[in-house]
């Protein structure tokens, strides 16, 4: 069994509860001396056959991701933590275990939902899917 996390998957949407999820994630990193790569996953337009609608629904999000990266990697550099940002395009959950397995991750770290009375209750529906299909341990930063 493997308890030291030295690959951090962050999973990153840019919302404040990704971004609770990633300073929690440098913390862990500075403690175990480990790494962390940020994944952005963008949903394919709904009816997106051509390639290149694909194309530009990356290089859209790109560009909003951009600022929220910024801020990610400003904060891992006053750190001192190895930080990596990423982009892709497809299903979020699945495109997030995806990459935790083809790459060793050690750990998967999520935010958790939105606060509404209603989904208090419940996990987001990307980390209740990571959580249950995920090939390493997984963290949901309350
Ligand atoms: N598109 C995404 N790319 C990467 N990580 C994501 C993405 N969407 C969600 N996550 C991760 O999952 C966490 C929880 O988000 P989730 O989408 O499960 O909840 P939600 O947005 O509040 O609810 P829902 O999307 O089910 O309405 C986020 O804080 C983030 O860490
Ligand atoms: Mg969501």
Redesign the pocket.
Known sequence: MRTVFRRLL????G?E??RK?MLAAFELAQAFRGEVVA?????PPEFAELEGEVNSALEEARGTLAEAFGWARNEAQKRGVNFKARTQVGH?AE??VRLAEEEHFDLI??????LTPV?RWM??????R?LRYAPCAVM?VH
């Open positions: 962050v999973g990153y949407d919302s509860t990704a999820a994944l952005a996953v963008a949903r979020p495109t997030l770290v999520l935010g958790r939902r939105g989904q996990l987001g529906s990307v980390s209740e990571v949901v």
